[in-house]
């Protein structure tokens, strides 16, 4: 990489940063430092506003670089991460976005506990909340260290680990400073950066072949070294029963686990009411579908384009086929073009990374205060004092990710989201569809569906591939595997819903006929909500 893409680049993560500081000073100057100020934005948030930050959350590293880059490596398997993203929405709009609005304040537990006896179902529901987004977390750090990398021309481990550093405490300030509302104006300036680069990324490649899909698809399939065979099923999850198990638990937790990501539910605190809610997701959607099209078309153009070869020549996992992209498209190495380019679109690819984990990290520091913080050690900690626990919580989830993120860095994003979106499903989800729809459903249950998905999703995935027992796990030179699958979502998503019914029926608490029947007019109505 020449100085030229170095100093370019570097100069536009430098203004993006600039601007995300100052939005965050300036927000926090006009702030009166109450809980739903912090949490929650004011709940001043329009529905187009909310639908572009939505999309800018969700919009992450594991989306711009890992899926494209599977595609460019997997063809149609890496395809399929696409889809799942994508479906995942239309659980989302259809059973939890306007529920959710109407029963809660400012994060999962508040619905659960709606119905339930508080204290316990607030410390599972936290500590749920907060796994899911450490996991998640570990993801954007991993991209940012790997496109900081490439910028600088460099794989040494030195240059990642430093940006991981420097993105966990960009990530600290910004929600310390400016709490939701900073947060949000940040995600809306990258959602658009995103969606503008994308969309020129896709003409370039498009107007490469002339307009012609299959040409493009033909040329991929050449370079990729595979044939026809690039094109087809099975590539990544079609060589034996193993593989084709893991694709339909991949499937599983990309379409259920979007519904149970913290940082994607808070986000409908920060409109006014439940229709907002709703129509902020269609916003979302609109963004969210348009973008998931392009990222197809990306995975291919970089097969095509780049070569399978060369993406994975520059990083393993695929991480960089976008960036690498944009310089031949702009008409290589050395050209001015290429250099523009590429500097751009690292430079989106970083803001999203900021824009991304500045979300996760509000969501779980709100978790820690609001739920685990309030739950045991002051019941009634009055709401100055929640938000200062939430920003001593948000640096210390900082250092959890940054630590993490130091021992994942050469696994692909998009597949460490997939752990994550099957820990939200197999321990959000289930709890959480239960409280909204299940009359009968008793604190036992929900104590015992958070539990009984979380700790056997992360059980599994610590006693599967890719922790130890095979040259790309987290531990190489160790083995013990157990279970066969990468993803757990199979045995860990059942495993939550089973917990939560077993736990109703032998509950020796009967269910609190009263509050469900207030809770259910509230979700369906919005009477009485916040």
């Known amino acids: 990489m020449t100085g030229n893409h170095q100093t370019l680049a570097l100069l536009l993560f430098s203004v993006f940063v600039a601007v995300t500081l100052a939005i965050t000073t300036w927000v926090s100057r006009n702030r009166h430092g109450s809980a739903e100020e912090f949490y929650a934005g004011g709940r001043l948030f329009s529905p187009m506003e909310n639908g572009f930050a939505i999309a800018g959350d969700y919009m992450s590293a594991a989306s711009f670089l890992g899926i ?36 809660g304040r400012f994060t999962l537990a508040d619905v659960i506990a709606a119905r339930m006896r508080e204290r316990p179902v607030r410390i599972a529901a936290g500590s749920s909340s907060v796994t899911v987004s450490v996991l998640y977390l570990v993801a954007q ?88 065979a690039f094109l087809a099923p099975g590539l990544k999850y079609g060589g034996d029963w193993t593989a084709r198990l893991d694709f339909i638990s991949l499937g599983l937790a990309l379409v259920l686990g979007t519904a149970g990501l913290p940082h994607i539910l808070s986000r409908f605190y920060t409109v006014p009411t439940a ?104 019941p009634h900690a009055k709401p100055r004092s929640e938000v200062a626990v939430a920003r001593v919580a948000a640096a210390g989830i900082g250092v959890v990710a940054i630590a993490l993120g130091l021992l994942a860095r050469d696994l692909n994003v998009a597949f460490l989201v997939g752990l994550a979106f099957a820990v939200a499903a197999s321990a959000n989800l289930p709890v959480l569809l239960y409280s909204l729809f299940w009359r009968n459903f008793t604190t036992r249950g929900a104590v015992w569906s958070v539990y009984g998905g979380l700790v056997p999703a992360l059980v599994l995935v610590v006693l599967s591939p890719v922790v130890s027992g095979s040259e790309t796990s987290l531990f190489p030179g160790l083995d013990f595997q157990f279970f066969p699958l990468e993803n757990p979502g199979l045995v860990s998503i059942p495993l939550g819903f089973l917990a939560g019914w077993f736990g109703t029926v032998t509950s020796p608490e009967p269910p609190d006929e009263a509050r469900h029947a207030e809770t259910e007019v509230r979700a369906l109505t919005g009477a009485g909500a916040v």
């Open 275 to 378: 229709r907002a809610a709703r129509r902020s997701v269609i916003w979302s959607i609109g963004l969210i579908g348009s973008f998931y099209l392009m990222t197809i078309v990306l995975g291919f153009g970089a097969a095509a384009i780049v070569g399978s070869d060369a993406v994975r020549g520059s990083n393993a996992a695929g991480n960089t086929a976008v960036p690498l992209l944009a310089l031949d498209l702009g008409g290589g190495p050395d050209s001015t073009g290429g250099t523009v380019l590429f500097a751009v679109v690292a430079a989106v690819a970083f803001a999203t990374i900021l824009a991304v984990v500045a979300g996760i990290t509000l969501a779980s520091s709100a978790s820690v205060a609001h739920d685990l913080y309030a739950s045991l050690r002051r």
């Open 141 to 228: 750090m991993v991209g940012a260290g790997s496109l900081v990398a490439l910028l600088l021309g460099r794989t040494a481990g030195a240059v990642q680990a430093w940006t991981v550093v420097g993105v966990g405490g960009l990530m600290v300030i910004y929600v310390s400073l400016g709490g939701m509302r900073a947060t949000t104006w940040i995600q809306i300036v990258k959602a658009v950066l995103l969606m503008g680069g994308t969309i020129t990324l896709t003409v370039l490649v498009l107007l490469r072949f002339h307009g012609d899909f299959d040409q493009l698809l033909r040329t991929a399939a050449e370079r990729s070294g595979h044939g026809a």
């Open 68 to 103: 494209s880059g599977l595609i460019a490596l997997f063809g149609y398997d890496g395809l399929l991460y696409s889809v799942g993203f994508l479906v995942a929405w239309l659980v989302v709009l259809l059973l939890v976005a306007e529920l959710v609005r109407n029963c």
